[in-house]
T-cell receptor
């Protein structure tokens, strides 16, 4: 069974540009999460999809970030326009719905560098 | 709000030494607790978890016990190997929303 995949693995862009990150969850997982780790700090929650619906987007830092999950399969996270403080590693995770102890399986992350 | 505090690293050990990485938490309700590990160049992997007080999670020689009275979930291993060198993250799950709340991570370096 394939794990969570993310693309690209690295992205280097200039301030003001747009970047789109993609996440493919484990097949059949309805829950999809985005997290990010900035400057070696803690990993912080961004948002949670259940199928194609946004269940919780309380962690989204501002309206420059847009997440979508059309059709309830893969998800994209767009940053437009990117700022220096957006640099970090963006992780995606997925899980099976069920009890509250669902295990979240993480992808390898996308390292974003904004110059 | 809920939070996780873990010891700062790096932790540097010789092979076969005993490892402890401290983790304490603050939470309302009864969260589940996790340790995730990130090996160099790889993504986060679930190492172990515990879902209720006094539960012990274990995997690959690592153990952690859910201590409600001290709000702790310390990670231990009796004899570390060079291959255990990685960044270890303690986390709890918010039972209302399922989101994970992480600590800052502790880098472990094991030398032969």
């Amino acid at each position: 069974e394939a794990g969570v995949t993310q693309f690209p693995s690295h992205s280097v862009i200039e301030k003001g540009q747009t970047v789109t990150l993609r996440c493919d969850p484990i097949s059949g997982h309805d829950n999809l999460y985005w997290y990010r780790r900035v400057m070696g700090k803690e990993i912080k929650f961004l948002l949670h999809f259940v199928k194609e619906s946004k269940q919780d987007e309380s962690g989204m830092p501002n309206n420059r970030f847009l997440a979508e999950r059309t059709g309830g399969t893969y998800s994209t996270l767009k940053v437009q326009p990117a700022e220096l403080e957006d640099s970090g590693v963006y992780f995606c995770a997925s899980s099976q719905p069920g009890t509250y102890t669902d295990t979240q399986y993480f992808g390898p992350g996308t390292r974003l560098t904004v110059l | 709000g809920d939070s996780v505090t873990q010891m700062e690293g790096p932790v540097t050990l010789s092979e076969e030494a005993f490892l402890t990485i401290n983790c304490t938490y603050t939470a309302t309700g009864y969260p589940s607790l996790f340790w995730y590990v990130q090996y160099p160049g790889e993504g986060l992997q679930l190492l172990l978890k515990a879902t209720k007080a006094d539960d012990k999670g274990s995997n690959k020689g690592f153990e952690a016990t859910y201590r409600k009275e001290t709000t702790s979930f310390h990670l231990e291993k009796g004899s570390v190997q060079v291959s255990d060198s990685a960044v270890y993250f303690c986390a709890l799950s918010d039972n209302n929303t399922d989101k994970l709340i992480f600590g800052t991570g502790t880098r472990l370096q094991v030398f032969p």
